[in-house]
């Protein structure tokens, strides 16, 4: 009901919420109930564009406007002219463009790389983290006037164990976008979705989605719990981890610990390491090298 009231408003919304929690579908589900729904919605993943690169990928850029620029780019506030616009891990991107992403929300003009002819921009902005905001701004990661501008209206996104009976909903609404694609009626049965209410879920929504997927391709007409796949033993695995955990040990302590040792199960690939501590490889390079500093 929330998410409807904001949907018809062209209030730029910040998404806050755990990694997988389905930040992507909220943005998306805003976009589908606003009187932007005819137009496009256009994601981009703040934590995957190269620095040199996010003017570009922003604003778009002229041919010659720099090195390899062979022709004319359209940037995303071009593609998603009319519509929305969804930035997520904002936290990741470069603060000196968080100072030009700040101008075009305030004035709607950009300028493409390259030219200096202004564009105006009609666009919804719906950022997301999985950062809590007052930290990133703490830690340098994120402009408090840009969390502002971007957080008109807030919505927090609870992980997939706290969402009750929505876990069922989800599983149904996966389960039925992938009958209407295949032209098929799979059901779930009673037991798969006492297994699906049960579950862990640590990877959240997009863990749901892919067992869902999953289950789809291995299944005939009901979908069994033997055919999501899922590593029952997570819930126990959970609750040994926590009952490890030493108490009156501080947090970054902890932090540096887990980061340190997977990257240590991975032979130093921080690539690999980033992905399973479900940041980004930015993120995990600027933690090394503030160890690093601590430790001389």
């Known amino acids: 009901r929330t998410l409807r009231k904001v949907a018809v408003t062209d209030a730029n919304v910040l998404v806050i919420g755990e990694s997988g929690s389905g930040k992507e579908l909220v943005a998306n589900t805003l976009h589908l109930a606003s009187y932007r729904a005819e137009q496009r919605f256009v994601a981009i993943n703040c934590g995957a564009l190269s620095p040199e690169l996010v003017d570009s990928e922003l604003f778009g850029h002229r041919k010659g406007a720099f090195t390899g620029a062979l022709r004319d780019h359209q940037g995303v506030f071009t593609q998603a002219q009319g519509g929305t616009l969804f930035l997520d891990e904002i936290t990741e991107m470069p603060t000196e463009q968080q100072v030009k992403l700040l101008r075009v929300l305030e004035s709607g003009e950009f300028r493409p790389v390259g030219t200096d002819k202004t564009h105006q921009a009609d666009v919804r902005v719906i950022a997301a983290t999985n950062r809590e905001p007052q930290q990133a701004i703490a830690e340098g990661l994120l402009r408090e006037d840009l969390y502002f501008r971007l957080a008109q209206f807030p919505v927090h996104v609870p992980p997939l164990r706290d969402r009750g009976s929505d876990i069922i909903g989800l599983a149904q609404h996966f389960l039925a976008y992938r009958n209407a694609q295949e032209q098929q009626e799979k059901l779930l049965t009673e037991e798969t979705m006492q297994l699906i209410a049960s579950h862990n879920w640590p ?52 932090e540096k610990a887990a980061i340190l040792n997977t990257l240590e199960q991975n032979a130093g690939n921080k690539t690999d390491t980033a992905q399973q501590l479900g940041i980004s490889v930015k993120t995990l390079y600027n933690k090394l090298e503030k160890y690093q500093q601590t430790d001389q």
């Not at 997570?234 to 609750?239: H, I, K, L, M, N």
């Open 203 to 254: 990877g959240n929504v997009r863990e749901l989605k892919h067992a869902i997927e999953r289950a789809y391709i291995l299944s005939d007409k009901q979908i069994l719990p033997e055919h999501l796949l899922l590593n029952t033993e997570d819930t126990e695995a959970d609750a040994q981890c926590l009952a490890e955990v030493p108490c009156g040990v501080p947090l970054d302590d902890l």
